[in-house]
C-alpha cells in the first residue's frame, strides 16, 4: 500500500475565509479526503510569527494530502477576489505526540494502558514507552483521605508516525483525566 503524502499549507489572510474556503473547496471537490487545521489540532506551530500571526487571526496552517493542498494554492492563485495567499506548502515525513499518565487505582491502570498501548493506527508506532508502578501495601487505606496512594502507575512515551495516525492517537487520548499530552509536532523533509 502507498503512504499518502500530507503536506503543511500555510495561508496567509483571514482566517475565517481561509478555513471556509479550504472546507468549501474539500467539500465540493474532494468530499471525504481528510483536512486538518493545526490550530484545532493542538499541531505546534513553527517560529515565533507563526504563533503570533495564528493567535491574530492572519493565517492559518492546514494539513491535508499534497494533491488537494497543490490544488488549493491554484485555486488562490486564480482568485482576484479572496484576500487569500498561500506563503508555503512543506512536506511532512512524520509527526510526533508526546504523552504522559499517573494513574492511582489497577483499574484505571488497565483502562489506560489499554488507550495508549493497544490498537495503534496504522502507521503509528510508540517509542521510548517507559512504565513504573509502585505498590504501597502500608498506605493502603488512607489515599481518600491524603496524598499517599497504595497504587501507583506512571508512564510516558512519545507516538511517532503517519499523519492521520498521529492525530487520531492525539482525538483517542484527549478527555482522560489521567493522560496528558503535548503538542502534535510535524518533522519536514528536506
Not at 492525530?167 to 503535548?182: E, P, V, Y
Request: aromatic share 8%; glycine share 8%; proline share 3%.
Amino acid at each position: 500500500m502507498t503512504r499518502e503524502t500530507y503536506v503543511e499549507l500555510e495561508i496567509e489572510g483571514p482566517a475565517d475565509q481561509a478555513i471556509g474556503f479550504v472546507e468549501g473547496f474539500r467539500l465540493a471537490r474532494w468530499g471525504e479526503a481528510a483536512v486538518w487545521f493545526a490550530e484545532n489540532e493542538n499541531v505546534e506551530i513553527e517560529g515565533f510569527l507563526g504563533g503570533i500571526r495564528s493567535k491574530l487571526d492572519r493565517e492559518r496552517h492546514v494539513i491535508a494530502p499534497q494533491e488537494l493542498a497543490e490544488r488549493i494554492q491554484q485555486a488562490l492563485a486564480a482568485s482576484k477576489t479572496l484576500e487569500l495567499e498561500v506563503a508555503s506548502i512543506r512536506e511532512i515525513d512524520h509527526a510526533e505526540l508526546e504523552c504522559e499518565y499517573e494513574v492511582f487505582s489497577r483499574d484505571e491502570a488497565a483502562e489506560v494502558r489499554s488507550l495508549v498501548e493497544k490498537d495503534l493506527p496504522e502507521g503509528v508506532r510508540l517509542d521510548d514507552y517507559e512504565t513504573r508502578e509502585t505498590v504501597n501495601e502500608d498506605a493502603k487505606g488512607v489515599e481518600l483521605y491524603g496524598p499517599v496512594h497504595d497504587y501507583i502507575l506512571k508512564g510516558s512515551g512519545r507516538f511517532t508516525g503517519e499523519v492521520p495516525g498521529v492525530i487520531a492517537m492525539a482525538h483517542r487520548l484527549s478527555g482522560h483525566d489521567f493522560i496528558k499530552t503535548g503538542k502534535i509536532v510535524l518533522h519536514y523533509r528536506s
